[in-house]
Nanobody, 120 residues
């Protein structure tokens, strides 16, 4: 089955950096669009960044110029390099992908999340 395991979250001061990782298994990683989402307390989950199968990339306006998404298809791993962190980046960060099969159609898959806390 599909498994997504995030790591790398931590407590960091404003202006600092973190690198999140998402280790994927149970599907053909190189064939899937991969996404990073985040959810801050009391707020809805929001898309942070996406990377396509040919490494096309999109970012939320709030993180453009500060965050970099990447993937290593040999390691079945996606990354999120976060620089110049701000207190408003504090959230649980989730790895996401969608798979398709003829019975279930599209299915969303989520990791367990990794917590990022940015102190001012």
């Amino acid at each position: 089955q599909v498994q997504l395991v995030e790591s790398g979250g931590d407590l960091v001061q404003a202006g600092g950096s973190l690198r999140l990782s998402c280790a994927a298994s149970g599907f053909i990683f190189k064939n899937n669009v991969m996404n990073w989402y985040r959810q801050a307390p009391g707020r809805r989950r929001e898309l942070v960044a996406s990377i396509g199968t040919r490494s096309s990339i999109n970012y939320a306006d709030a993180v453009k110029g500060r965050f970099t998404i990447s993937r290593d298809n040999d390691k079945n791993t996606m990354y999120l390099q976060m620089n110049s962190l701000k207190p408003e980046d504090t959230a649980d960060y989730y790895c996401n992908t969608k798979t398709w099969d003829p019975v279930s159609s599209w299915t969303d898959h989520w990791g367990q999340g990794t917590q990022v806390t940015v102190s001012s």
